[in-house]
């Protein structure tokens, strides 16, 4: 499977950072650009975008991050806050170092407004989260700049000019197939249903729902774990419903 | 010996690229900006420094590579172009990772114009020249990428953490501590109990918990996400219990 990766931009309000992004993209071999509910595209767009104009022009416009994402195997956020106690949507944190290696398939990578990131729903909707390392007093980078670390990670720039590698084919794991989205997100449903039934604190539901989308996505689950994880979740049910 | 790193703009034409410089600077924890012959710095330039007016205003301002570059133990250029045959100044073209270990003491790295980048002249005296890699059909990067991941690598972010020998204050991506492997075995023998009390078919039970062992380890738990899914699993321990 060849992974393919769409670099969404929510809500950008400097048209110069879109061409910014548009022109990194290039640099490093891409160009599926999405945009939801962007600023307008005018001269100096095309300025900072230089020689990929075409990527620019190509870009698609979406209403929503669920229509931009649609299709995707996997979504991952992007923020400039390392997670703390109460910042469940932002954990676990991953390095764009080790993301390479936990993508699969078709990828949404999601960066936020410039002035306020990625909303919590958003974050809460990403199956990975990646901070970029940066300085505790001057975290928040410049959106272009935040491309360009999280693309140049995600070409293996240890091997001099290999742009091959770029069409990053994935490290299987095995012969089983992996679970596609869908698979995930019935097991994710199940998930809270069982978790409602044994009586879990709804204040906690949100947190630990998350918690395991991330889980389940670090996993890179195949459909027999799912389906296995499944088999357990209708067990577990099942003797609830027989002790009543 | 703690290295320093200056970055040293030679001939910078566009003062929203010195801005932009000035950012990715701050975000990893740099200050030292040297400024060859550069246009003059006006609204822009502050307007996409952001927070990081202070390393623009204190930028040093020279006419010569030669007066920026003084002091320093190590030189480094930066070039979009890979070394060709002819092309010996570029030579030997190093990556952005092997620059960290080639470099010692105080290093200025060079960054050339926005159109023809550095002069064959100011290649010849650089030390080290480092490319990126990048797609052969638009290798050439915008200064500020450029600059941001050259920082970035020189930041190791393989680590987390400091990186003393740059004189980098404390860079944190906040990740949480990973599960040791007793708490998984915990989390595992916890999971036996559960299944037991499930009546998980016993034919079934031990390719069960192989399974969930690799889910685990592939997961790469943290010790948040462990004490979690206990909690879940002595939640529906006492949902079974209660019926009983």
Known sequence: MENKIRIVLVEPRHEGNVGS????????????LALVRPCKLKDLAFAMAVHSSDVLQSAKVFESVEDAIRGSHTVV????KSSGETEFVRKPAVTPGNLKKMIKGNTSILFGRED??????????????????ADEDYPTMNISHAVTVVLYELMDTKKVGVNQSFSMRSIEVGVDPMAAREDRE???SHCERVLTQIQY?????????VMLRRIFAKANLTKYEVSMLRGILRKTEWKIRAKK
């Open 116 to 133: 306020f990131g990625l909303s919590r729903e958003e974050l809460k909707r990403c199956d990975i989260v990646v901070t970029i390392p």
């Open 201 to 209: 604190p709804p204040h906690r539901m949100e947190r630990t729902l």
């Open 21 to 32: 992004v548009a022109r990194v993209m290039k640099n490093f071999g891409q160009n599926d």
């Open 77 to 80: 956020g992007t923020t400039a």
């Open 186 to 188: 019935r097991l994710l």
